[in-house]
């Protein structure tokens, strides 16, 4: 077998980083793409590896040279690359494609070993390697029939979105024997080059191919390691966070704050989200409107705060929305001059926008704290505002409401306010309406100020919505000079106006959610070197007791099983402990997390 890469272009999207070398030799961690992928080709004693040339040829020649691989390469000059495509390129290398059975690679690829052994190893011989559809991919697309035979090739005109769960993305790397060159690629590559010229890619002559009875090509579909294709300084930037040490790629990942849908596979148990709502039919009719939510101006700000105070059943001059809750957060806590009391460990947004932060360090071991405790710890400081997360994060702890209006009245004593961030409370199943969002309660404690994050409790964190509810105008106004116009989108505008009619929806989500909270738990509950903390928000806090660190459990979990867990190494008031905080997503996904665990704890 040989191996034959196509490197001629210019990669134009990587702007500087090819103006001078060849595209291929684009870094990755500080290693060439090249490099890595013809050290990976070393390790089948391929008969030899035919590289197509182009833009910098000259250069890449010198630096393979400096190699010293022990598989010999030969080099094929594209003199045309600047107005030819990749048909081209692989038009010069046909001779070789009739004379031994060959693997085709594009050198913007990166992948991992087990990526290309894949392909060489699967007995049928000739194979295209394709990656279940993703809507971040971009490229060549396949439908296979059950015996991964392909059907089609599809073409823009033919790609449909509501139809990418049984798409499939080619990887562009390809399996041919000597047999299917010579009596099927070669001959079309030659005619379809002839009639069509020589601006289109190699993938033309496989759609033509495919519309044979007899075109004898399968695919074989990705079952295990990563693999990225490089194309722009965005494709590398994630190439990099993928393609690292164990330890890197964690704290890579983990300082993305999400975006994780560009990665291929990764279960993301990390960020916490709603595994439930939105329900089908509500994302139905949001997706009904998305051409004109997309192409039409968002309200006002005003606007959309009478919007959420309908919903909410509060006045609307008592509300205030935002893009996300960390929008609404900063400049309320900035505008407090004095101390603000936070708890610690806690949500740390809050203490990290206080000018003067006053921390409450919880000291018990399983991090409880009644409002009793609170209030004596203060009692003989100067507040502006004091901080209440309820239920916690990470802790899941939950105070409860009466606990919660007694702070109120405390603070309210020494003319402080009292900020309640309910972002977590509708996952408590601890008491019966337990949320003071309510006009009644913000008329009684004007020194309220409830935070919500919509994110998290609605399921929607891509539209980026929060509130922040207070009688108190004087708090309304110093936030709301802070917020632009126009600060949350059309969609997110939209989900305001629709969500209150699904609220009964959101009631079963809810319930539906809890059960599976409790079945996470009992499951989790059966290893051993965990010790779990009671939760009533949408995650668990685990306690590693048997010598493992935290960071070595998120490190395992990301690398071999593309699980991503909140690694609480540094959270500050859990130091000296071991902790991950894992979310509540849905049953088969929890099922797959506990599996995970149990083989690395095992």
């Known amino acids: 077998m040989q191996a034959i890469i196509l490197a001629a272009g210019m990669g134009r999207r990587l702007k500087k980083l090819t103006e001078h070398q060849p595209k291929c030799m684009v870094q990755v961690n500080e290693v060439p793409m090249i490099e890595r992928m013809l050290k990976q080709l070393e390790h089948y004693h391929l008969n030899k590896i035919i590289l197509v040339t182009g833009h910098e040829g000259e250069q890449l020649k010198s630096f393979v040279g400096s190699l010293s691989l022990h598989t010999p390469v030969t080099f094929i000059d594209n003199p045309v690359y600047q107005t030819t495509n990749n048909i081209y390129s692989l038009y010069l290398a046909k001779e070789h494609l009739l004379q031994d059975d060959t693997i ?7 992948f991992e070993q087990e990526v290309l052994t894949q392909i060489i190893n699967d007995p049928y011989p000739n194979l295209a390697l394709v990656a279940h559809f993703e809507s971040w991919m971009d490229g060549t697309v396949v439908l296979l029939d059950e015996k991964d035979n392909i059907m089609k090739f599809l073409t823009r005109k033919d790609f449909r979105f509501e139809d990418i769960h049984s798409y499939y993305k080619t990887v562009n790397i390809y399996k041919f024997s000597r047999s299917f060159s010579t009596t099927h690629y070669v001959p079309f590559l030659e005619a379809y080059s002839k009639a069509l010229g020589n601006n289109a890619y190699y993938e033309q002559v496989l759609k033509v191919i495919s519309l044979l009875d007899d075109h004898d090509l399968k695919a074989t579909r990705l079952e295990n390691g990563f693999w990225y294709e490089i194309d722009d300084e965005q494709d590398l930037d994630i190439a990099e966070s993928i393609f690292t040490d164990s330890q890197s790629r964690l704290t890579r990942l983990s300082s993305r704050y999400g975006g994780y849908w560009r990665y291929p596979g990764l279960l993301d148990f990390c960020y916490l989200v709603n595994p439930y709502f939105p329900n089908s039919r509500l994302m139905g009719e949001i ?31 008592n509300v205030l929305t935002g893009n996300g809750a960390a929008e609404l957060i900063k400049p309320l806590i900035r505008s407090f001059s004095k101390g603000v009391g936070v708890i610690k460990p806690s949500f740390e947004e809050y203490g990290n926008c206080a000018r003067f932060p006053i921390p409450f360090m919880v000291s018990t071991p399983d991090f409880t704290y009644t409002a009793n405790d609170l209030m ?5 400081q100067e507040l502006d505002a004091l901080v209440l997360v309820n239920p916690d994060n990470p802790t899941g702890c939950y105070m409860k409401r009466s606990e919660v209006l007694s702070l109120a009245s405390y603070c309210m004593e020494k003319q402080a306010f009292l900020i309640l961030d309910e972002s977590f409370l509708d996952f408590s199943s601890a008491e019966d309406s337990p949320s003071l969002m309510n006009q009644e309660t913000l008329d009684a404690y004007p020194n309220l100020v409830l935070i919500k994050s919509i994110s998290k409790s609605y399921g929607v964190p891509g539209l980026r919505l929060g509130l922040l509810a207070c009688s108190d105008q004087t708090v309304i106004r ?111 996904d929890n099922e797959r997390l506990a599996d995970a665990l149990k083989h690395i704890l095992r």
Not at 104 to 110: A, F, H, K, V
Not at 551 to 576: F, T
Request: net charge negative.
């Open 287 to 317: 997706k009904a409107s998305f051409e004109a939510l997309c192409t039409s101006y968002p309200s006002g700000l005003d606007i959309n705060n009478l919007l959420a105070a309908k919903s909410l059943g509060l006045y609307k001059e």
């Open 104 to 110: 085709l690679l594009e050198s913007d690829l990166i």
């Open 376 to 380: 004596e710890f203060y009692k003989d």
């Open 478 to 588: 110093l936030v709301r000079e802070e917020l632009p116009v126009w600060n949350i989108n059309s969609l997110a505008e939209y989900f305001l106006q629709i969500f209150e009619k699904y609220q009964s929806d959101y009631v079963e989500a809810l319930e539906k959610f809890k059960k599976t909270r409790k079945e996470m738990y009992e499951e989790l509950c059966s290893i051993r070197q965990l010790k779990l903390y009671p939760s009533e928000a949408n995650f668990i806090l685990c306690e590693i007791t048997d010598g493992c660190s935290a960071s070595q459990i998120a490190e395992l979990l990301l690398n071999r099983y593309n699980i991503l867990v909140k690694d609480l190494s540094h959270k500050p008031g859990m130091e000296g402990r071991e902790f991950i905080r894992i979310a509540v997503r849905t049953k088969s």
